[in-house]
Every structure is written in structure tokens, then in C-alpha cells.
């Protein structure tokens, strides 16, 4: 538990700015549509944002009890200097970023055979995962076996 | 008229599709349990999304299939290269293991999946046993009982599931609740929180988000981990000498099986904390405790009874009140709402013969788990070798798939991204995702018609109403 300490200091304050959002905007939804404060649309988000705003004042109390502001920032600071230099970190951000282009990017734009393509060839190539003829086949059979099930047999659309 | 209905229901479970579909979803759950990392809330979640344009009797067959595999499947590893494929073999790694170096991987095998057949049938007698009454009694729930249910529902989960700090556990359901209360209120079609978005008008759709919280930090962490796992050999199953320790057993596997059933029972528990409470209970009844973590027989057995009768368990309150017993449950009440049934009170009253159907699609997967578990064992845990690297990439598009196939829209496929990131991020800061998950899947219930209530019934009502006070 103690490990994160620094991570549950943030964490607390963006849930404590958050709720208090949340709890502005219920108040807003309510004066919007008038009537009873416990009809309006915003009764239940508010209930909510109240009870994420106390979990969060009780996270930061105890991340400060157990290390103290100016730790956690230091720690924090730490953390994404770390982070920054970390090959594993380096590895994550790549795979994120390359899911985030075929989702973002080929998915919605390109065909769905043709996309996918793309992605595997590209992600497998990338992470070294085996040859090149292999990667080529593998991702030929995976995007056949798919197109094959659902697109001729089930009949269901694909991106 | 009820021999009649479950005759249909035998009838249909054993046509040539449905059986094939069914030894599909079988096979498909045990390679996902089997491979770390992949769990049965993925296969569940996964399988949800290519099953939506099935036929509705089909789908859950195969959802139901696919959980029993997964469940069961994750043993195999556990016993033969000390990695549990599921949280829920963890238990059985501790003496499976042990067996396995002894170069009795076989006879290990042979233990945790006939226990586990077991631990199925055994939670699937309490689904017919104690659904009925259960639902009876939920009929009596009003709309503030439903309310603190869902709230209890998403609050004891995250005490349970959060480990040694609950308070993450709470924060990761009320974020969940919350967002359950994106799109149109229902009383004055305001949107909330929907930043003039239309597709969020709607409301977030749940098979999008589960896939991305629970498949897409596995995905992420497959990719930075790319390691080959070593072939694994596994020796010859040996029934004569297996059946001879299920029978000095039996007591083991009754008491593991109760005790799965209701951890199953508790809202958010899970097949894992099963595996442990019936291994710790079985170890502590146990003549000869030393040999525990050594290659006991009876510890495989008693964890791999546990955690299957954990799903059976998991079932009854999500039949009896919508309110799932372990996050693979909770995939699956989602994905019964999505095929048109409505899980809760009124299942008894509105199609009574859905707990016959759904006890029948459990034995029959079960005694499907165990023929393919025992068949298919030299074969399923080949796939281990595969490199993460090259399996990752593949889960990620079966999850894309799996989200667009729902509504054919781009936007879930959206959405699958950003609740992985969110998924990714809870992971990192040790957040339970099942708790974020049983927020979104109770919203609804906590409706703001149910909050009005209560805050007419707890605070408003008490003041004007001598009537009510007396």
C-alpha cells in the first residue's frame, strides 16, 4: 500500500476536483429543469459526487499522514523521471500508441481486411515478434479466419 | 409443463450446432484460462460481442460454455509451468506444481479437472436449489431496497476485491456508478455529462467498456512482455489411480464445493478467493498439513472444486437479483440484458423455465469442460508457447471486433480505447476494475427514481408523517 502513496496523493486531488465539478454541474442540471432538487437529473450525480469527494478527502488525508506533501511531490516528480527513462515504459507507450492508430485511425478509415493488415504486420513487425514471412502469415490467416467467420458465415458486419 | 420445457431445452442443447458451438466455446475458454494474463472476465467479455447476432439460446449457451471453460482451463497451466492462467488457479499452482515436477503432470490434470467437473455439477444443484427462493424473496425488494442494493452490491465488492485497502475498491465502484449515469435521465431526457456528444446520449455502453478495462491492460502488458514460455510435457492422465484419490476425496470435495457456492453468493468475491478459502479449509481439516505446498493431492482438489462451484454460486444472484457474484458474472448479466432477458425478481414470474435452462447449459458444459479438458491437455497447452507478442496483437482485434459488432459503430471501438486506458491506469494505481465494472452494470438500478424514493422515505417522509413514524 505504502509503495503507491505518492500516486494515491494525486489521485486524491484530481478526484477532489472532480467530484466538485460533478457537484457544480448537478447543482446546474437542477436549476436547468427546476423543480425539487431530488427529481432533478442531477440528484443522483450529486449523491455520487458527495460520496467520491469523501473518498477522496480520506485518500489524501492518509497519503499526507503517511508521507507528507512535499515527499509526495518529490516522489511523484521521481516517478515520471523514471517512468520517462524506463524501457518497459518506452515498450508500453509504443504498444499504446500503435493500438491507438489502428483505433483511431486505420479502423474507421480503411477497409476492414486492409486495416488490420496494416496493424498486425506493423505491431508484429515492430516488436520483433518472429520473420517476416511468418508475421505475414500469421496476420494472413488471422485476418481470413476473421473475415471468414463473421463476414461469410455469421454475415455480420465488420469496421 | 416443467418436464416439458426442460425437455426442449435437452433437446436443443443436444443438436448438432448447439453442441458444436458449445465444444467451441469450451475449447475457446480453456486456451483463454490457460494463458496468463488472459482471464475468464475476458473470454467472457470477448465472446459477448461475436455472440450478439446469435440466437439468444445460443449466445448463452456458448457464454456459459466459454465461463466454465475458462474457469476450469486455467488449472492446466498452474499444474504444469507454475503459472496460474486464471487468478482463480492460483490456489492450485501451490501443490499442482509439486505434482508436476514429480512427472506426475497427468495424474494432476486428471484431479483438478475432474474436480472441477465436480465443483460445477455442485454449484449447479444450488442454481435450481436456491435461485427460486431467492428471487421469491427479492420480489418483496421496493425501488429504496434496490437502490441500497446496488450501492451494497458495489460496495462490498470493492472491500472485497480492493485486497488490504478498501477505500480504492469504493472509489473504483462510486467512478463506475458514475459513469452508469452518463446520457439522457430518464424523468426529463437531460443529457448528463454527454459534452453534446449524441453517442453518449445514449448512455455508455457496457460491452465496450468491459472489454476495454479488463483486455486492454492485459494487451498492453502482453506486448511489453514478450517473452516465449517453454514447451511443457505432461505425462499420461492415469484414471485408475486418479478416480482411486477423488474417492478419499469426497468429504474434500463437498466441503469445497459449499464453500464456493457462497463466496459465489457474495457480491464481487470471485472464483479466486474460492480457490484459497477451500484449499485453506481443506488444509486446515487435513491430518497431515505438512504436505501441503509439497505436492498434496488433496489441495489441487479442493481449489479447483472451490472455484468451479464458485460459478454456480456467482449465478444465483445474478439470476435471482441482477446482481452478479463474480466479475465473469457480471460480464454475464450484461450480456443476458443484452439478449433481451431481464435477470432479477421478476425472472421467476416473467420465464420461469430460464433457471432449468440455464442449470442444463451448465451440466452439459460441464461434462463438455471435462471431456475436452482431459482430451485436448497435450494439445491446449501447446498455445503457451505461443509468444505474447504475437497473441496480443490478435486478442486486440478480436476485442475491436467484438465492440463494433454490437451497434456496427465506430464510436464503441472509441470507447474500448479510452476504458482501456482508464483500465490500464486503475491497474497501475492498484484499483480493482471489477468494482468500476458493477458500478456501470447497477447505475441503472440506482436510478434517480430510486434516490428520489429513498430521500423521500428516509428524510422527507419521517418529518411530515406522524402516521409513518408510528
Excluded at chain 2, 416 to 441: C, D, K
Aim: hydrophobic fraction near 55%; include cysteine; aromatic fraction near 10%.
Amino acid at each position: 500500500m505504502e509503495k503507491n502513496v505518492h500516486f494515491d496523493f494525486i489521485t486524491s486531488l484530481f478526484l477532489i476536483i472532480l467530484s466538485l465539478i460533478m457537484i457544480v454541474d448537478s447543482y446546474q442540471m437542477a436549476v436547468d429543469v427546476g423543480g425539487p432538487l431530488y427529481a432533478s437529473p442531477g440528484m443522483m450525480t450529486m449523491v455520487l459526487a458527495v460520496l467520491l469527494l469523501i473518498c477522496g478527502f480520506l485518500l489524501l488525508r492518509r497519503s499526507i499522514r503517511l508521507n507528507g506533501v512535499g515527499q509526495n511531490v518529490k516522489d511523484f516528480k521521481e516517478w515520471i523521471h523514471t517512468f520517462r527513462k524506463a524501457k518497459s515504459s518506452q515498450e508500453m507507450l509504443l504498444g499504446g500508441a500503435i493500438l491507438a492508430l489502428y483505433t483511431f485511425i486505420l479502423a474507421p478509415r480503411l477497409p476492414f481486411w486492409i486495416s488490420t493488415s496494416i496493424f498486425m504486420v506493423f505491431i508484429m513487425g515492430i516488436l520483433n515478434a518472429t520473420s517476416i514471412i511468418k508475421n505475414v502469415l500469421i496476420t494472413a490467416v488471422v485476418v481470413g479466419s476473421i473475415y471468414g467467420v463473421f463476414q461469410m458465415i455469421f454475415h455480420v458486419p465488420l469496421p | 409443463m416443467e418436464w416439458q420445457y426442460i425437455y426442449g431445452v435437452i433437446s436443443f442443447v443436444l443438436e448438432p450446432t448447439s453442441l458444436f458451438v458449445m465444444a467451441i466455446s469450451v475449447f475457446f475458454g480453456l486456451v483463454v484460462g490457460m494463458l496468463p494474463g488472459l482471464t475468464a472476465t475476458m473470454a467472457v467479455a470477448l465472446l459477448t460481442g461475436l455472440t450478439y447476432r446469435l440466437a439468444p439460446e445460443m449466445a448463452i449457451l456458448s457464454l456459459v460454455a466459454v465461463y466454465i471453460g475458462a474457469i476450469s482451463g486455467g488449472c492446466q497451466s498452474a499444474i504444469l509451468i507454475n503459472i496460474p492462467g486464471t487468478p482463480a488457479s492460483a490456489a492450485t499452482a501451490v501443490d499442482g506444481f509439486p505434482i508436476a515436477q514429480r512427472g506426475e503432470g497427468g495424474l494432476g490434470i486428471f484431479l483438478a479437472t475432474t474436480a472441477s467437473f465436480f465443483g460445477t455439477l455442485a454449484g449447479t444443484l444450488c442454481v435450481l436449489l436456491l435461485t427460486p427462493p431467492l428471487a421469491l424473496l427479492a420480489l418483496k425488494f421496493g425501488a429504496s431496497e434496490f437502490f441500497l442494493l446496488a450501492l451494497f452490491g458495489v460496495m462490498i465488492c470493492g472491500q472485497l476485491t480492493a485486497g488490504t485497502d478498501p477505500l480504492k475498491g469504493w472509489i473504483s465502484g462510486i467512478i463506475g456508478l458514475i459513469v452508469a449515469q452518463i446520457g439522457l435521465d430518464g424523468m426529463n431526457a437531460y443529457p448528463r455529462f454527454s459534452f453534446g456528444m449524441v453517442d453518449l446520449m445514449a448512455g455508455v455502453p457496457l460491452i465496450p467498456v468491459m472489454i476495454g478495462l479488463f483486455g486492454f491492460p492485459e494487451i498492453v502488458y502482453g506486448l511489453v512482455t514478450s517473452t516465449a514460455r517453454a514447451q511443457i510435457k505432461s505425462s499420461a492422465l492415469e484414471f485408475k489411480r486418479g478416480f482411486g484419490i477423488l474417492m478419499k476425496n469426497k468429504l474434500n470435495m463437498v466441503r469445497s464445493s459449499i464453500i464456493g457456492v457462497i463466496i459465489g453468493i457474495i457480491p464481487g468475491v470471485g472464483e479466486d478467493v474460492a480457490g484459497w478459502l477451500s484449499y485453506w479449509a481443506e488444509k486446515n481439516s487435513s491430518k497431515t498439513p505438512e504436505k501441503f505446498g509439497k505436492g498434496a493431492y488433496e489441495g489441487v482438489v479442493a481449489a479447483e472444486t472451490g472455484n468451479n462451484a464458485c460459478i454456480g454460486g456467482a449465478i444465483i444472484p445474478v439470476l435471482s437479483l441482477a446482481v452478479p457474484g463474480s466479475a465473469p458474472a457480471a460480464v454475464l448479466l450484461a450480456a443476458l440484458w443484452l439478449h433481451g432477458l431481464r435477470p432479477g425478481p421478476l425472472l421467476m414470474s416473467e420465464t420461469p423455465g430460464f433457471v432449468y435452462t440455464m442449470s442444463i447449459y451448465m451440466t452439459i458444459s460441464a461434462f463438455t469442460m471435462i471431456i475436452l479438458g482431459l482430451l485436448l491437455s497435450k494439445v491446449t497447452v501447446r498455445i503457451l508457447a505461443v509468444k505474447s507478442t504475437i497473441l496480443m496483437p490478435v486478442v486486440y482485434v478480436l476485442c475491436t471486433v467484438g465492440a463494433f459488432v454490437i451497434d456496427n459503430s465506430i464510436f464503441d471501438i472509441y470507447l474500448v480505447f479510452v476504458f482501456g486506458l482508464i483500465g490500464l491506469l486503475l491497474r497501475e494505481m492498484s484499483y480493482p476494475a471489477a468494482p468500476f465494472l458493477l458500478g456501470i452494470i447497477l447505475g441503472p438500478m440506482a436510478t434517480i427514481i430510486c434516490a428520489g424514493r429513498l430521500f423521500c422515505q428516509m428524510v422527507i417522509l419521517p418529518r411530515s408523517s406522524p402516521a409513518r413514524s408510528v
